[in-house]
């Protein structure tokens, strides 16, 4: 147990420096409610400053703010509200999205830095509030048309945030003037504003400010204010509405709420908890138990992603690469399960927050905190971006990880619960008042032993909860080196009632062993693996010299002793904490080989997705079972006429991964193309369809079928040899019956040695006529 000896000195050491914040944070007396809530909450929401973690999930939460939120120019957050209207239309957002993390990271730390941005924001903020309570960045005339309702809900949680942590309660008259505002103007009384129609989403976006609202109530007790988000619940049902609680209760499916939009949906649900916590109509509860449900049943990413093209689809329709896991929904659905979790006390929620944190939403936050990703994909390259031009998701991923300390351990009422494992300390108290610390030495989840040593004065009876991970086959408990008794309650959590007493010593031991989650739907005859808590992504940079790169590789079958996966400590650079693994796993190459020789396994390395792409690489959650047919065009350098926005492959072997040419913009013709690092004799050339959309995404027949080229000298001129004479006989609106992955194969007059290989025709448009594009899935040729 070398290792957890020298966690201990760590944590020593840091429990020694957060004892010295800890005194200062310690002084942070949350401002109370004037309004106390009907329904108790089954587990406390945990003060930032209680929970200090050192381990894994601390470096991540220490990364954000030290790499990230003390980092931000409030300056650039406040120029919009300085010199309207913004640069752009929900640039408004920001500032009230960092002042609600920054909050949160400044009582976690105490860093005097951090609470000097925090102070001068608040007051400049403040400043560019307008005569009648205006605290949005439109001009006049454009009031409460698309993002404005918006800027003022994220403006009131900021500051609402801020007052009740500071104690600094300035901001009060800004926040009472705006909620008056949104009173005042919005409302199903005669001469009053639909505000449904004051934003984008089914009304799904302006009618998320719910949520401040609710607090806003509590906090002054103001009864307009409670009215006010009863008028939203009506509002919802309206005929223009998009029927949130209604069809939870019925259909119960998120997709079918409103347009399926999952992040402004998410922000609506977390605000109708809110309001359930406040007055307690079972319905609302029912109704969001019931969209979880549904998520987790059929709608969530193996990551915890939970959307793509940011909306909730069909059942297991989660294709790994369309603008797949917005961080934003990552947020939201965070708070949601958070939410949940506080509300029923389920240990469900708990495992849920587990597997997205340490999944999908390290996986978006770049390892040292600086940056995020918009779109984190199953497949492809990391998009980390600093800047927040139009990026909503870079200043949601702090609020996640910002809210990480809250819900990581808490006190309900028989004892105290241990939701996240982390090495660190938690600094609770009983119902009763009761101080009790919880000191934790881990290195999960590389290490499997968890020990928890309980720090209390006088002996004393309560319950110490722990969750045992859904994934860990063989767990332990033992209380005092005895086995505990490992069946766990009604709420899901192995309670460990008894009379503890300083020192006492918990050892959990979670056995972390590799598993398969063999693919269904769009992962058909595909595989992912995992280890404990973790998903594991093969990384290109970590391939090895004997594979070509990550559309190479495959594994030979399912069977997990074939697979061989073993941990080992991470390279070098991809070393993002102490106890950071890549896992040795026993791929084969994709490709079968020409002359039948047997298929040869390759080590691979495969990193945790968390890590994945960390250094701009390429990478893929689900791996292919077995051999692809041979396809000379495997893996080479493909283009297109047109970038599009689908990030897709032509030359992965994957019929699932598409490209678009869709710019918005008409254009003659379309072609995509791979190139061949070295000449190849070419017979056939087979084209795979990408996808029929509405508007577009066809070739139009209607003047000739789409034409196959090649180059027969380097960089040469395009020659046609063929066409695709299956092709159906579209038009520019009729795709004419063509399916998603439908393939066509054009024959070559001779074998022709070629340095390229290109299908070319004309865009078609559907049911949007003033731009055109055409898709690919796949481009191969034998
Ligand atoms: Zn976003």
């Not at 109370?32 to 929970?51: E, G, L, N, Y």
């Not at 009618?207 to 939203?232: H, K, N, W």
């Not at 495997?634 to 599009?644: P, T, V, Y």
Request: net charge neutral.
């Amino acid at each position: 147990m070398k290792t957890i000896t020298e966690t201990k000195s760590i944590v020593r050491l840091i429990v020694a420096v957060c004892a010295g914040l800890g005194s200062l944070s310690a002084a942070i007396m949350p401002v109370p409610d004037k309004i106390s809530c009907a329904v108790a909450d089954r587990q406390a929401f945990t003060q930032p400053d209680q929970v200090h973690l050192n381990g894994w999930l601390g470096s991540r939460v220490m990364a954000n703010e030290a790499n990230r939120l003390v980092k931000i120019d409030v300056d650039r957050l406040l120029e919009g509200y300085r010199k309207r209207p913004g640069r752009q239309s929900w640039d408004g957002e920001h500032v009230g999205k960092w002042l609600h993390a920054a909050t949160l990271a400044w009582v976690n730390t105490g860093d005097p830095a951090l609470r000097q941005k925090l102070d001068y924001a608040v007051a400049e903020l403040t400043k560019c509030q307008l005569e009648d309570g205006y605290l949005g960045t439109y001009l006049e005339k454009d009031r409460w048309t698309a993002w404005d309702v918006w800027a003022h809900k994220y403006n009131l949680i900021g500051l609402i945030t801020y007052m009740r942590y500071t104690g600094n309660m300035e901001p009060l008259q800004a926040c009472r003037r705006m909620g008056d505002l949104l009173c005042n103007t919005f409302g199903d009384e005669p001469g009053k504003r639909d505000i449904i129609k004051a934003g984008e989403h089914v009304g799904l976006a302006p009618t998320s400010v719910l949520e401040p609202m609710v607090l806003l109530y509590r906090l002054t007790g103001e009864e307009r204010y409670q009215e006010f988000c009863q008028y939203i619940f009506r509002a919802w049902e309206q005929p223009n509405g998009p029927k949130v609680i209604s069809t939870l209760l019925t259909q119960k499916r998120v997709d079918k709420v409103g347009n399926g939009k999952a992040y402004e949906m998410l922000s609506c649900l977390n605000g109708a908890l809110e309001y359930y916590r406040t007055f307690g109509d079972p319905k609302i509860l029912e109704a969001c138990l019931n969209a979880w449900k549904d998520i987790v049943a059929n709608r969530l990413y193996i990551t915890g992603a939970a959307s793509y093209g940011e909306l909730f689809h069909d059942d297991f329709d989660l294709p790994n690469v369309a603008n797949v896991g917005e961080t934003c929904v990552t947020v939201t659905w965070i708070q949601f399960n958070a939410q949940l979790l506080r509300l029923t006390g389920e240990a469900r929620f708990a495992e849920q927050l587990e597997h997205v944190v340490l999944n999908q939403l390290f996986g978006a936050q770049k390892c040292d905190g600086s940056a995020w990703g918009y779109y984190v994909q199953m497949e492809g390259k990391k998009p980390y971006s600093g800047t927040l031009d139009g990026h909503c998701c870079l200043s949601s991923g702090p609020r996640g990880v910002a809210l990480i300390p809250t819900f990581a351990a808490s006190t309900e009422a028989d004892g105290v619960v241990v939701n996240l494992y982390d090495a660190g300390t938690a600094k609770l108290n009983l119902k009763d008042g009761t101080p009790i610390t919880l000191v934790t030495e881990a290195r999960y989840p590389a290490e499997e032993l968890v020990r928890i040593t309980v720090g209390l004065g006088a002996e004393k009876e309560f319950a110490l909860k722990v969750r045992l991970p859904a994934w860990c086959r063989a767990p332990s408990v033992q209380v005092k080196g005895q086995p505990a008794a490992l069946t766990p309650g009604p709420d899901g959590y192995v309670a460990v009632q008894r009379s503890w007493k300083d020192g006492d010593q918990v050892e959990l031991r979670f056995k972390l062993e590799p598993r398969v989650v063999v693919g269904d739907h769009k992962n058909n005859g595909k595989l992912a693996v995992l280890y404990g808590p973790l998903v594991l992504t093969a990384d290109a940079d970590l391939l090895g010299d004997q594979v070509k790169g990550i559309k190479s590789v495959a594994f030979s079958s399912a069977d997990l002793a074939a697979l061989a996966v073993a941990p080992e400590p991470s390279p070098d650079k991809y070393k993002s904490w102490p106890g950071a693994q890549v896992f040795r796993v026993n791929a084969i190459p994709r490709q079968a080989s020409k002359s039948g020789q047997p298929v040869t396994t390759v080590p691979i390395r495969m990193v945790p997705f968390a890590d994945a792409g960390a250094n701009g690489s390429n990478y893929k959650v689900w791996i292919p079972i077995g051999q692809t047919e041979g396809n000379l065009l495997l893996e080479e350098k493909e283009s297109r006429s047109r970038q599009g926005n689908v990030s897709g492959s032509i030359t992965d072997g994957d019929p699932d991964t598409f490209v678009v040419t869709f710019e918005g913009k008409p254009a003659a013709e379309d072609w995509f193309t791979v190139t061949l690092a070295s000449p190849a004799e070419l017979k056939r050339v087979v084209f795979v369809h990408g996808k029929t959309f509405h508007d577009g995404g066809w070739f139009d027949a209607s003047a000739g079928q789409p034409q196959v080229q090649v180059q027969t000298a380097e960089k040469g001129p395009w020659e046609t040899v063929g066409v695709l004479k299956d092709y159906p006989s579209t038009t520019a609106t009729s795709a004419a019956g063509l399916t998603s992955s439908e393939r066509f194969t054009c024959q070559l007059p001779k074998v022709t040695k070629s340095y390229g290989v290109r299908v070319i025709g004309k865009p078609a448009s559907g049911d949007a006529p003033q731009q055109a594009f055409a898709s690919c899935a796949e481009l191969l040729a034998e």
